[in-house]
């Protein structure tokens, strides 16, 4: 049998599933690479691939490849090829021409000049041409350009195929075929089936997520209903294989659907309902599963049901308008399955992953996957009450009895800790501070100390690496917390846990929840208000302790710009310090407000203290009120951006420029405190050379955070005074 180069195209993200997939179909040799797979099979392995592929977009065979670096060159690229060899003058074809880092950027003008060629080819031997053919050619050849190297190939698929040949109906944001297959294999479905498990959708709109589910229980060929195919006109098909190949096909789908599972399908939308039913219909599994119009609240597992897989797309914010009342949604949809689907799996796909915690379930797995532009997360979930996070956030602690040896060395190093830090934490007078931080590597988290009218305790949990067991990360987590619990003499009420992953803009300010429960703190005479719950920060960075004792000693009688407040707590301690005026200024309204609280609580309410709501990039390049200032702190975070926004920031590349700027707000003799956390931060002297600096890093890195040297980065920039040299007579010389 001929060998055959093939390369099948996946959906971004997609490419190793798709790899797994072709390897369970016996093609070993199939290669993950950009944009697919790649490998050299028989025509037989093809036609499988595009019968039984239930991720794949387009199956190619591969005809030529060549230098296409003009469209001359193209052109005789595409006459190299013996087109006859394919089709005929009697046959309809198409060209598909894309094209990335190469000489021809327009596609359109490829695809012509790509299509005169194969024309002109059939015109000067035959004297005749075939017709074009868009929608549904016989022949559909892609062209590739990539660096202007071109690939040329015959689209056996004919069209995408993720297009099944079941949707007649559609819901609001329906997803593509293949997209909702490959969530339910990165759920785990196929091997639920085969144990009898239930698959059920809430939120099921137009059923496509219940209709893969069945294809892939049954193992029904996601190719059978297709009537179009790409080869169906190619000179070189073997009906003769494809229809053995077909007829298998069918054979499995009876034999499967005897096996069948329960399937469950709801939504709220009587519409939607209607229009699944329709798409159930056609694809051959009336009867099989079962839909209904029921709320969210009111779904409960069908009787006599077993435990198997709740699949779920809710609407997100970019698809379908607001998403002020997705919020609430996630949290009913955590209720529900908490409380009525006990031992089940869960999988949530979204296009808000910052919405998953609202279901107070702790992931064992994500994956990244794209709904067409949309970036979306998949989530999957146990259903168990050792998985649930309670209301502060948290999975079930150990009791002291389940503690291993491990737990017992990590309750040995919080007492160690507490008594190292007590001497100096009273002679200092600090009520807030940092109590570990990853000192085990068993145990990454930041613990944090916050002493008021009684003890709380903030936790965070460094997000482990996808190498970590998630089931060994959770004994972990659940042991730390009750060593926490149990070494700290606090109740659970007043623990508060997080999860700290690696952010992205301005993530760490983001809200997480809408509790507003506020706790008033001290420090060195000052009193802020700090929030546990609704961000992944308190509201007072605890690294920046001697940042803001060293303002509050600059700042006497001079005038205090405070650039990037946060909650304002530098400005606090300026005025505190006996400065003569703050000007407060963040882009959000929401710190700006707890800038202001902060100030009302220590009785700063003059007019001498403002607060402006303003891009500060935007406010230091045109000039905005011109007012100079005696000291400035400038603690910008290390990415930003937002609608907000004028452009966007990113402190390694911008810290020259912005440090530029705000210097010319900077009186004679003040001084400019810059501060990063940008762990690899490196200032570039260079460029500003002009000025004096001095790096008081290591002043400022307080007694509880020795162990992170490089928790932040701070300097002190100054005007450098001018120089007046005495020049001697050169005639003495």
Not at 72 to 97: C, K, P, S
Not at 505 to 521: M, P, R, T
Not at 549 to 562: E, T
Request: hydrophobic content about 35%.
């Amino acid at each position: 049998m001929s060998d055959y180069a093939l390369f099948v195209t996946a959906p971004l993200h997609l490419e190793s599933l798709l790899t797994e997939e072709l390897h369970a179909q016996g093609i070993d040799q199939a290669r993950e690479t950009r944009g697919g797979v790649s490998f050299h099979g028989t025509l037989e392995e093809a036609y499988r691939v595009c019968l039984w592929s239930r991720v794949a977009n387009r199956v190619l065979l591969e005809l030529g490849s060549f230098t296409a670096d003009s469209p001359e060159a193209l052109y005789r690229g595409m006459q190299q090829i013996d087109w006859r060899d394919h089709f005929g003058v009697a046959n309809t074809f198409a060209v598909q021409f894309q094209s990335s880092q190469s000489t021809i950027t327009h596609s359109q003008y490829g695809a012509l000049k790509a299509k005169d060629a194969v024309v002109d080819q059939f015109r000067d031997r035959d004297g005749e041409r075939p017709s074009i053919d868009t929608g549904w050619p016989d022949v559909r050849i892609n062209v590739y350009v990539h660096r202007d190297q071109a690939s040329v190939s015959l689209d056996l698929s004919g069209d995408s195929l993720h297009r099944r040949g079941y949707r007649r109906a559609g819901g609001a944001a329906p997803l593509k075929e293949n997209l909702a297959a490959a969530i339910l294999l990165r759920a785990g479905w196929p091997q639920i089936a085969r144990e009898q498990g239930t698959l059920l959708d809430p939120m099921c709109g137009s059923g496509t997520l219940l209709i893969e589910g069945a294809w892939i229980a049954a193992d029904i060929a996601p190719g059978l209903l297709r009537e179009y195919w790409g080869f169906s006109g190619w000179r070189q098909h073997d009906p003769t294989l494809w229809q053995n190949l077909y007829d298998e096909a069918q054979q499995r789908r009876q034999q499967g659907l005897a096996r069948l599972p329960a399937i469950h399908g709801y939504d709220i939308d009587a519409r939607a309902i209607a229009g699944a039913e329709q798409n159930v219909r056609e694809a051959d599994l009336a009867g099989l599963i079962q839909l209904e119009c029921r709320p969210l609240e009111a779904i409960r597992p069908p009787l006599d049901a077993v435990p198997g897989l709740v699949v779920v797309n809710p609407p997100y914010g970019e698809r379908l308008g607001s998403d002020s009342d997705l919020p609430l949604l996630y949290r009913q949809l955590g209720q529900t399955l908490k409380q009525h689907f006990n031992g089940w799996q869960a999988t949530l796909f979204t296009g808000n992953p910052e919405l998953s915690g609202q279901l107070q379930l702790r992931t064992l797995r994500r994956h990244s996957l794209y709904n067409g532009p949309i970036e979306c997360k998949l989530f999957h979930y146990r259903i168990e009450p050792d998985y649930d996070i309670t209301p502060r956030g948290y999975p079930r602690p150990l009791q002291p009895a389940e503690f291993t040896d491990n737990a017992r060395m990590l309750a040995n190093r919080l007492q160690k800790n507490t008594r190292q830090l007590s001497r100096w934490l009273k002679q200092e007078n600090i009520s807030c501070y940092r109590l570990y931080d990853a000192d085990m590597p068993e145990y990454a988290l930041a613990i944090d100390v916050y002493e008021t009218e009684q003890r709380y305790v903030h936790v965070q949990e460094y997000e482990p690496p996808r190498s970590v067991d998630p089931e060994k990360a959770r004994q972990r987590l659940r042991e730390a917390l009750g060593v926490i619990l149990d070494t700290l003499a606090i109740c659970e009420q007043q623990l508060f846990f997080k999860v700290r992953r690696r952010q992205k803009g301005s993530a760490q300010y983001e809200k997480l929840a809408e509790e507003k429960h506020f706790y008033s703190v001290q420090e060195n005479g000052c009193r802020f208000w700090v929030n546990f719950e609704d961000y992944l920060d308190t509201g007072l960075f605890l690294d920046h302790r001697l940042v803001r004792r060293r303002i509050g000693k600059l700042a006497a009688n001079g005038d205090f710009l405070n650039l990037f407040a946060y909650t304002g707590t530098a400005s606090v301690y300026a005025a505190h310090g006996g400065a003569c005026s703050t000007t407060t200024i963040d882009m959000s309204k929401t710190y700006l407000d707890w800038a202001r609280r902060n100030m009302h609580l220590n009785g700063f309410d003059g007019g001498e203290h403002r607060f402006i709501q303003a891009d500060c990039l935007f406010w230091l390049e045109e000039g905005v009120n011109a007012q100079q200032y005696d000291l400035i702190f400038l603690d910008p975070p290390s990415f930003s951006t937002s609608k907000r926004m004028q452009a966007t920031l990113d402190i390694q590349r911008d810290h020259v420029a912005l440090i530029r700027q705000a210097m010319k707000r900077l009186r004679k003799n003040g001084v400019l405190l810059f501060s990063t956390n940008l762990r690899n931060f490196k200032l570039d002297e260079t460029s500003i050379a002009a000025l004096e600096i001095t790096d008081i890093n290591r002043e400022t890195l307080p007694r509880d955070f020795e162990r992170n040297p490089k928790i932040h980065h701070c300097w002190e920039f100054r005007h450098r005074r001018k120089t007046v040299l005495s020049l001697k007579n050169t005639d003495d010389k």
